[in-house]
């Protein structure tokens, strides 16, 4: 039951304005330790911080407005030049605003938070009486906790629905969902809501190992099980952007009547040529429209990508602090807009490359200063917009990585046998780093070493229709490069044709197409093959990737660019290009089927996954499929 009773609206209200608060205290403090100075930037640290202990008094959470007073009276005294800024100080302000995240975290499923730990109320009681503890250097957080700071908690994906093979597909309720005509309920899709990945609560941290002050575990009780959240729902839209929604929506409705004035002069018998023309115009300034209403509401999604890269700032000064290197997190393009969806599934990708870059890209001060570079390592983050693509770079100024190296660590840890490695070019081997287990660290520490990081980065990116790819000189630094779709919920597709039934694949991973002759497939080690501009390329059949029955020889084939490797995929024939809105399918998920649409005639076009199915194909081609009987 909610601790505030008719209060929820606004409760969410103040976690998301104060959220972004605390986001922007947080990016400021880590600019105050490099201008300890700077009275400004206190003074707007003072200032967010005092709105935030005003919107938890408004709401009665007394124990994080008792947390907020104490940090805001040493942000008056730093202000009053009454205290000086230490690398101590900042310790223990960087964990206060680490446990109003966590408050904030319990404040999120309508409870009270709990009080702040008293090694923290006591540590903030004995700086502000000027007594500060002497302590080997250590993070504002542990290990474990320099993850991304945001008020909502991490994501866990709920269980996948039973998958089922293209030939299981109920037609008709895929049908049903597509158009939104009620099906019969063993075939209803499941609710947007309810196909979305869902918020787990943050587990509790574990106990300080030091008298340094860590974070409340109050978003994590243990006298209460783990609850779940869902994603947040809300959007900021510039009100320009609604006007003209509204001004387009205006616009369609005088084109319809003039559309239905037309159609009731035609029903009359009034089919002259005027008529006529002026009908083909009505229809030809309605698809005008609906197409600027089309990108117009596809611009209302769209965020500037500035609100996540302001969460990295804190995670990399805390995780270099710890490390002991000098790091300076830089960011550019943050005005840079990419879909809302998008960005929120991009946290943890960002994370662990930020992680990566801190802890494996860059050397100690003392190693940077005997290699003749500035003692302070530069980590950049970056975004940019290059047509319909988004492309996002995370790049340090550090020791670089050498291909001989990854490939050697890939032959010590097993992942690949030696005659392969030595096959692999220098880019090749730069990629070795995304593979599962891969790590150049010989010991496992809280931090890195155990090989999962770089390929759950592979992983989410491709789950975006995305990219990633890396370019490294050794002893100068190394650059991973992110490409993106502008948007998720409209994908450029080829449709092609297998046993009279419209397929989809994405046309970012299609290269040309071209005739498939018979005698022009041939056998190399037994698979079947092509020769395309001296390249032997593998000839694999869309019926054996989906398992259906082939019912006459492809005559078409997609060379296409997926999972890493260049195949030519044979189809019955093609339809051409087009742009699609994707509907998920929850319930009736086909192996390899992303989602479904509806072509222009109404009937089904299936959205093919190929990562998924390249993963899942067991069986190669057979050559009797490209012979004709």
Not at 419 to 443: I, Y
Request: proline fraction near 6%; charged fraction near 20%.
């Amino acid at each position: 039951m909610s601790d505030f009773g008719g209060m929820e609206e606004l409760l969410q209200d103040f976690l998301l304005e104060a959220g972004e608060l605390l986001s922007q205290v947080d990016n400021k403090l880590v600019e105050l330790e490099k201008r300890p100075e700077d009275r400004e930037l206190l003074n707007d640290i003072f200032r967010g911080f005092h709105t935030i202990k005003g919107g938890a008094g408004f709401l009665n959470v007394e124990n994080l407005v008792t947390l907020c007073h104490r940090t805001e009276n040493l942000f008056d005294k730093l202000r009053n030049a009454e205290l000086h800024l230490s690398a101590e100080l900042m310790d223990i302000i960087m964990a206060a605003t680490a446990t109003v995240r966590d408050m904030f975290g319990a404040l999120s499923q309508s409870v009270q938070p709990q009080a702040a730990e008293t090694t923290l109320l006591g540590a903030l009681d004995a700086a502000l009486a000027g007594h500060l503890p002497v302590r080997q250097a250590a993070p504002a957080t542990t290990a474990a906790e320099a993850a991304p700071q945001a008020p909502t908690p991490p994501v866990v994906p709920v269980a996948p629905a039973a998958a089922t093979t293209v030939e299981d597909i109920n037609w008709d309720a895929l049908h049903a969902a597509l158009t939104g005509v009620p099906a019969a309920p063993a075939a209803a899709p499941v609710s947007e809501a309810a196909a979305r990945p869902v918020a787990a609560v943050p587990p509790p941290r574990p106990a300080p190992a030091q008298d340094l002050p860590t974070p409340s575990r109050a978003a994590a009780s243990s006298a209460a099980p783990p609850q779940t959240l869902q994603k947040e729902t809300t959007i900021r839209i510039d009100t320009a952007r609604l006007d003209q929604v509204l001004n387009l929506s205006g616009e369609i409705g005088l084109t319809k009547n003039r559309i239905a004035n037309l159609k009731t002069q035609i029903l009359h018998g009034r089919n002259d040529q005027d008529t006529l023309k002026a009908l083909d115009t009505a229809v030809s300034q309605l698809d005008l429209l609906v197409s600027d209403l089309q990108n117009a509401v596809m611009k209302t999604r769209m965020q500037p990508i500035g609100r996540l890269f302001q969460k990295y700032p804190r995670l990399a000064r805390d995780l270099a602090r710890q490390l002991g290197k000098d790091v300076e997190l830089v960011l550019s393009g943050e005005e840079t807009e990419l879909d809302k969806t998008m960005i929120e599934d991009l946290n943890d990708p960002l994370v662990h490359l930020v992680r990566n870059a801190v802890d494996h890209g860059v050397e100690t001060a003392e190693e940077r200063t005997a290699a003749n570079k500035p003692a302070k390592a530069i980590v950049t983050l970056s975004a940019s917009q290059v047509g319909d693509h988004i492309y996002i770079e995370i790049s340090d100024d550090g020791k670089g990585m050498r291909p001989d190296v990854l490939r050697r660590k890939a032959v010590e840890k097993g992942i690949l046998d030696a005659e392969t490695a030595n096959g692999l070019d220098d880019r090749q081997s730069l990629h070795l780093v995304f593979l599962p287990g891969f790590s150049t660290k010989d010991q496992i520490s809280s931090v890195s070493g155990r090989g999962v990081g770089m390929d759950v980065v592979k992983t989410n990116i491709s789950k975006l229709n995305g990219k990633i790819d890396v370019v490294s000189v050794p002893g100068q630094g190394s650059t991973f490069t992110i490409s993106l779709p502008l948007t998720l919920a409209i994908l450029p597709v080829l449709v092609v044709r297998l046993n009279n039934q419209s397929f989809a694949v994405p046309l970012s991973m299609v290269r040309e197409i071209i005739p498939i002759k018979p005698d022009e497939v041939q056998r190399v080690s037994g698979r079947a093959t092509m020769v395309v501009r001296d390249e032997v390329l593998p000839v694999r059949s869309l019926a054996t990737l989906i398992a259906w029955e082939a019912r006459q020889a492809p005559g078409f084939g997609v060379l296409m660019h997926a999972a890493d490797s260049t195949f030519i995929m044979a189809v019955d024939g093609f339809v051409g290009r087009d742009d699609v809105v994707i509907k998920p399918l929850s319930d009736i998920k086909p192996k390899g089927i992303a989602g479904a649409t509806l072509s222009g005639d109404g009937s089904i076009v299936l959205v093919l996954d190929m990562e998924e199915l390249l993963a899942n194909v067991k069986t190669d081609t057979p050559m009797s499929l490209f012979i004709n009987s």
